[in-house]
């Protein structure tokens, strides 16, 4: 059975969202905490981290929408978030807060492998990675390796990047963990094709704007992943 | 220990995509730095193109009770220090086979030094500037239009130099493969804040030498503004190892990454940046689009903490007061960024001073 990943801003409706995707069939959900200044992401979720911290949805509050969260639904809760909150949360701190607000290892766009490697947290790859990073980042991450599709930002795309296939091609030679595939995975078929490809996908940029329609929209959109996703 | 660190500041805080590249460029900038034909060529560049070295100028009218040498990188192709930095990684982007070029601008200085050397070289220029850097600093897109660079307007956030760093970051990790990032101060993940200072050391070099040959001793003090600090940093390379020259780096007021900063990371590095206690960056404000940022070089950071440099600040009101006075006293109209230095000379207990005019003031009439 292939993993599907979905990605949320963190937020007041939040946990209701959540449970919706995992109604949906969702296996695993990231938390986005926001940034201010987020680098590896497309203007959609820029935006909704802008609008999150507008809210207050500063890490202690993060951290809250985490455990409420995790009251609700019994996937795995991932946080994904950027160097500066650890920066200054203190790295370890923030690992363990996030754990006892229920979150199962954290990912952290910005953190390449050799940055705070004592940081226990899911590595990702991209196609730029060279066969010694791609060992690197296996061997150091938690649970399961995120594969970035492509060379940009996050954001719908039109079709499944071509680098994939050489990416998973690579990368299984290095390792056994599951890779989940994300950036630029929309659409129920794209879903499918990378699938064929990886063991899982993530979806973000269009769950971030599926949920602002609501727990039943999300619900269905995520519904229409899973039914390609198996 | 990790790559490019100053004490516990810099390192390379980017997603993966970047990483490569990074090394990339670092095993480049290795073998330039190696390669005698790299710096002939480059100063063949800076003497027949950008017009150094540049003179020192006396400031007598300016300031009667010093002896204040200006160093005027003002009168540099272009008409900032910037170009110092544009011409080296013009020469690097060729080596690594790279022919577009992305970079961000906050006053334009950087901009146009960049839409220059491409020019030059022949290579696709796109540059990233904040909305409001655009309005406030309008000649300069003129002059990036009228050099064949194509100016993106990012009119999110602050609209201003921080936003455009970010989107110039974006786009570089979306064309990586294709393109090298000129970043415009000794800012960035590591090798960049490396480059940039080995770059504008030129600016310290000369202005060692010159002070020597017209005084006959060091300066008691250099002193230069900072913003990211590029100029700053330039000119402190030629005395950082002389203990008896104070070194002052002037921020402004409401742009105090190293006065009143924490440790943070912005930018793909770890530094000294206006943020809250949850690490969210903090809006800037000056006068001087080119000092209005919120983190500066991770080395001015460690030159901080380890007691080598001290910073001050001066206000939009100080540094407009001296932009007028330089210009009525000395003839030369500064760019308001090194117009927050001037602001201090007043206040310096020191004798013999030196400091960076590192741009001229055209833009900001």
Sequence with gaps: MKKLVVYLMAGRRTPELAEAAVEGGADIVELGFPFSDPLADGPVIRRAAERALAEGMRTGACLECLAETRERVDVPLVPMTYAALLEAHGYERFAADARAAGATSLIVADLPVDEQPELRRVQLVAPTSNDERIRLAAENTDGWLYLVTVTGTTGARNGVSPALAGLVGRVRSATDVPLYAGFGISTPEQARQATELADGVVVGTRAVEVAEEGPAALRDYVRSLRTMVS | ??????????????????????????????????????????????????????????????????????????????????????????????????????????????????????????????????????????????????????????????????????????????????THYLIGSCVGPHPYPEIVRELQAV??????????????????????????????????????????????????????????????????????????????????????AGLDYPGVGP?????????????????????????????????????????????????????????????????DL
């Design chain 2, 299 to 363: 080395e001015h950071a460690f030159l901080r903490d380890a007691g080598r440099a001290e910073y001050v600040t001066a206000t939009d009101d100080e540094a407009r007061e001296a932009f007028d006075r330089l210009a009525q006293t000395e003839g030369i109209i500064p760019a308001l960024e090194p117009a927050h230095a001037l602001a201090k000379v007043a206040e310096l207990d020191a004798e013999l001073v030196l400091l960076c005019l590192s741009g001229r003031g055209d833009k």
């Design chain 2, 203 to 288: 600016i310290g070099r000369e202005a060692r030498e010159q002070i020597l040959a017209a005084e006959g001793r060091l300066p008691d003090l250099a002193v230069a503004c900072v913003g990211g600090g590029s100029n700053a940093i330039g000119l402190f390379a030629g005395f950082v190892d002389d203990s008896e020259v104070r070194l002052l780096g002037v921020e402004a007021a409401e742009a105090a990454s190293l006065g009143t900063g924490r440790p943070g990371v912005l930018h793909g590095a770890r530094s000294s940046l206006l943020a809250d206690e949850d690490g969210q960056i903090v809006d800037a404000h000056s006068v001087a």
């Design chain 2, 1 to 178: 220990m990790t790559a490019g660190l100053y004490g516990t500041y810099g390192g390379r805080y980017v997603p993966e995509t970047l990483v490569p590249a990074l090394d990339e460029l670092e095993s480049g900038w290795n073998e330039a730095r190696e390669d005698p034909a790299f710096h002939a060529e480059l100063h063949h560049l800076q003497t027949t193109f950008g017009g150094r070295p540049t003179p020192l100028t006396l400031a007598e009218r300016f300031a009667p009770d010093k002896r204040l040498y200006l160093k005027r990188d003002d009168l540099l192709h272009t008409g900032a220090h910037k170009l110092n930095n544009t011409l080296g990684q013009a020469l690097l982007a060729q080596r690594l086979g790279k022919r577009r070029i992305v970079a961000e601008t906050g006053a334009g200085q950087h901009g146009v030094a960049t839409a220059t050397v491409c020019a030059r070289f022949g290579f696709e220029c796109v540059v990233y500037m904040g909305a409001e850097d655009m309005e406030r600093q309008a000649p300069n897109v003129k002059r990036m239009h009228l050099l064949g660079a194509e100016v993106r307007s990012v009119d999110f956030g602050t609209k201003t130099l921080r936003e455009a760093t970010s989107e110039a970051i974006r786009d570089w990790i979306t064309n990586v493969e294709t």
